[in-house]
């Protein structure tokens, strides 16, 4: 089945120490996002990819990178993780306004400590 | 900036009755989407209302879609206990070739035997 698939699910790092998520796709789908929910609260978009072009939200905090190397991946590199960076970690997917359907497909979400 | 607003926050209902949730967003769109969240876990796609006056039903939600007035309704009939989750509105605001979703602060609903 074609899906968005997040890695890891759960993931532990120190407090400064850089860590990595990982969201692959089998869509084919054109833009990539990743999304940021803290306890209780609504996700945040952080950024997105469509293709190669990269979109930082204004509000966005420079810890926070993003890679897509190919059409099928897309990382999210938090440099120097704080405490407040502890979250659920979403990634979601989408065709693009020029291919018709701009629906967005999320995968099962990481979920990040930060100790 | 487009501001979406969910009320209530929190929901605690009984079995077998009925209730709403309101969506209001402050800027036209004409896409809103409606998702579930279960404790942990990522966002499930419940409704995508398209245009003005669009109404959807699955099972014991309903939702509905009023763009003049800027309103969603996510409806509930007969509530059973697994219906209880955290329950999303997000509205489509378009960015260039792609699209950006705003969300709603969520709904918290909690269904009592």
């Known amino acids: 089945d074609a899906m968005v698939i997040q890695n890891p699910r759960y993931q532990v790092t120190q407090f400064g120490k850089p860590v990595t998520l990982s969201c692959s796709q089998t869509?084919?789908?054109?833009?990539m996002y990743w999304y940021q929910q803290k306890s209780s609260q609504a996700p945040k978009l952080l950024f997105h990819?469509?293709?190669?072009?990269?979109?930082n939200e204004a509000d966005t905090p420079d810890n926070f990178q993003s890679r897509r190397p190919n059409t099928s991946f897309c990382f999210l590199d938090i440099r120097s993780p704080g405490l407040g960076d502890a979250a659920m970690y979403l990634c979601?997917?989408?065709?693009?306004?020029?291919?018709?359907?701009?629906?967005?497909?999320f995968g099962p979400g990481t979920r990040l400590t930060v100790l | 900036e487009l501001k979406v607003e969910q009320n209530p926050l929190f929901l605690s209902m009984q079995e077998g009755k009925n209730y709403t949730i309101y969506c209001n967003y402050s800027?036209?769109?004409?896409?809103l989407y409606w998702y579930r969240q279960d404790p942990g876990k990522s966002l499930e796609s419940l409704f995508v209302?398209?245009?003005?006056?669009a109404v959807k039903q699955e099972g014991r939600l309903m939702a509905s879609l009023d763009t003049k007035a800027r309103l969603s309704t996510l409806h509930i009939t007969a509530a059973v206990h697994d219906l209880s989750a955290t329950y999303f509105c997000?509205?489509?605001?378009?960015?260039?070739?792609?699209?950006?979703?705003?969300f709603g602060k969520g709904t918290k609903l909690t269904v009592n035997p």
């Open positions: 979601a997917t989408s065709r693009g306004l020029a291919r018709g359907s701009r629906e967005q497909f």
């Open positions: 869509l084919n789908h054109n833009v």
């Open positions: 990819y469509y293709d190669k072009d990269f979109n």
């Open positions: 800027t036209t769109s004409d896409r």
């Open positions: 209302l398209l245009s003005n006056g």
């Open positions: 997000a509205v489509d605001m378009r960015r260039g070739g792609s699209e950006k979703l705003v």
